[in-house]
């Protein structure tokens, strides 16, 4: 069971994640001894190499740890930072654990890590970097498309799942499913289409969710739909900038504030995001973008007035110490861990509802693992059932014509008769794993009045699965 909490002391990200999961422990009643098997990271991998920079050795400390193995692969991203650290890992991997349960993806969960600054080498460094990472993970056993397979996280993408995909086929080429050793791939290397807004997209089907339970957006304070909501979101990389995009161009949101690392963009009126993120590409950062206000203090935007505050950056942005200032009804959290321990539990005294993490970030899992089951089988989906759906849709309007002697207009027949796609089938997936969910933990959370935080009741539904499982397997 938790330590007690030292309330001088910060919580580390993994204590941070351990006690939010213990409020599902006391919910549960549960036996302490299977808290303890489910709470335990099961194993935890560093690995230290060196590689030639520029004529100079480097040595280079990069960890993956394996939080649980109930079922298999681990699943879990890779990130490349400067601040990497083992705590953040095995919190990290933890929540791979409870956030698969809470989607109903059949994994286990890991993280990995890299402690490196990647804006400070080329390409070429990155690549050979990678290579030799991802060498020491295959052959220790923490790479396999059976037993661990790492996805794209902070400051890693489908490029570096290319080279980590590659390595391990030349160091196992008799592996027939070796290119499912890692998601996230880019389609042509065998990803899959809609994996690389997935994470983004799963927060905006979140979002939408909870907007069409009337009760609960009405309990939060708020009203009417998501169409009218006024947003802040802080940092615009793979998660920031999809889910921003998607809730901008596809629901109607205003993005009234971007916050980056070197600054916060303001406009009350809404920002164009696609215009930010090429201005960042090019500039390599949101200072100077014209038609929004610049301020250097980032953290502070965190307080601007919204409906929706979406941290899609990295842990601990919300703290103790900002907590009371933080003026958002609602806290989507797109990253992991953006709120810690003591400042949850303030916000949720103050009435805040917060979104959690476990659930609202699953978008990029739900989606890697359809990636998986391509890879599994060899082929893409909506390959083999497309053109005969097309040819039954065709059946059916001439049927209905001749019945009823009257033409299907061309838009009419044109739905009628289009076979889903690939994209078309993941994001039809994606929708309806984040409503089951959604509602899941909804429900969760009206029915028992032990609970009333989403979080609370989106880890009583991940706790009740993973010791079932623990228990029948008899591995406790
Ligand atoms: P990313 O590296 O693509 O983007 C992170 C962005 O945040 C960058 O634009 C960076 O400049 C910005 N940033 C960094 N520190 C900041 C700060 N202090 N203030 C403001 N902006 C800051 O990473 P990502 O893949 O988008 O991941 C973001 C978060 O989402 C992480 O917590 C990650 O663990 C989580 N996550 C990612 C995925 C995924 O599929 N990539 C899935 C689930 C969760």
Redesign the pocket.
Known sequence: MPKKQNKNKPNSFRESVDQMVARAFRVLDLDPGVAAAIQACNEILQVKFPVDIRGRIEVFTGWRAVHSTHRLPAKG?I?YSPIVNQDQIEA?AALMTYKCAIVDVPFGGSKGGLLIDPHKYDRDELERITRRFAGELARKGFLSPATNVP?????T?EREMAWIADTYKHLYPEDINYIGCVT?KPVGHGGIRGRNE??GRGVALGLREFFRHPEDVKAAGLSGGLGDKRVVI???????YHTAKILRDEDNTKIVAI???DGALLNDTGIAVDRVKNYMNEHGGVRGFPDAIYTDN?RAALELPCDILIP????A?ITAANAERIRAPLIAE???GPITFEADRMLCERGVTILPDAFL?AG?VTVSYFEWIRNLTHMRFGRMERRWDEMRGQHVISAIEMLTSQTVPDWMRAEIVQGADELALVRSGLDDTMRLAYQEISETRRSDNKISDYRTAAYVIAVKKIARSYVELGVY
């Open positions: 991203g990130r990290m996805a794209p996280d902070l400051g993408g996230g997935a994470t802080q940092g615009l990389g793979n998660v920031g916050i980056e690392r980032g899609a950056a990295m842990e942005q797109a990253a992991n970030n990029g």
